[in-house]
């Protein structure tokens, strides 16, 4: 499926458990007006949780933390991007479901990541649906902007960056807004919520084959 899309799947601790490598592309690079942004991205390892294996076998899923100080340098070393983003399908609140800081593959990392690893200048998060635009300190003592659009086009997150070249280096400022869709923006027929719904009744509603029955908790919610 991934080779169907035009743009890369990333997910640097999802690892083949054949090859030990990550099974999709831990990053990418995008280059824009002359500057060398890189991506790297990450999912919850909560998956199996919530997720049949036969629907994830052969993948396994690492801790953000770790997988993050792994790489972080390794994109640094070799790429000397002028920004690092990351792109997460984790959720901000650590606590939750009776987790904390110290809990191994913690399911919502994206603050633990972002306090503890040096490197990033911006993370995009998701997952726990949830609108978030805050402005960290970093355990280095480096600021970290946290984004979170909540789920399903009901809110957009714009980030404004700003960076001034000073002999070999940039100074950076970033800003960010959530904007929080009313009920008329959101249910309307052009909304993105509408066209959110639209896209999967075009994909459910044409046979493209025949497989065993799946349970999750996101299958049911889409069927409903």
């Not at 280059?31 to 949780?49: D, E, N, Q, Y």
């Not at 959720?91 to 306090?115: C, F, H, I, Q, S």
Request: no cysteine.
């Amino acid at each position: 499926m991934a080779g169907e899309f035009h743009f890369p799947w990333l997910a640097a601790n999802a690892i083949d458990t054949r090859t030990g490598a990550p099974y999709f592309k831990p990053y990418t690079v995008l280059h824009r007006k002359g500057l060398k942004i890189a991506v790297l991205g990450m999912i919850t390892p909560g998956i199996p949780k919530w997720l049949p294996q036969h629907l994830w076998d052969g993948i396994e899923f690492e801790d953000m933390i770790g997988t993050a100080r792994k790489w972080v340098p390794l994109i640094q070393e070799k790429e000397h991007p002028d920004l690092l983003i990351g792109l997460f399908h984790a959720g901000y609140n650590y606590n939750y479901a009776g987790e904390n800081k110290d809990t191994p593959r913690n399911e919502n990392a994206t603050m633990l990541v972002a306090r503890q690893v040096e490197g990033f200048d911006i993370i995009v998060s998701g997952h726990d649906h949830q609108e978030k635009v805050e402005e960290i300190t970093n355990d280095a003592g480096h600021k970290v902007l946290i984004v979170d659009a909540r789920s399903h086009a009901r809110a957009l997150g714009k980030i404004t960056v700003s960076l001034t070249r000073h002999a070999g280096h940039y100074d950076k400022t970033y800003t960010a807004t959530g904007y929080g869709l009313s009920p008329e923006i959101h249910t309307g027929p052009e909304s993105g919520e509408s066209l959110y719904r639209h896209s999967h009744r075009r994909i459910y509603r044409n046979i493209i084959g025949a497989g065993r029955p799946v349970r999750s908790f996101g299958f049911y919610r889409l069927h409903t």
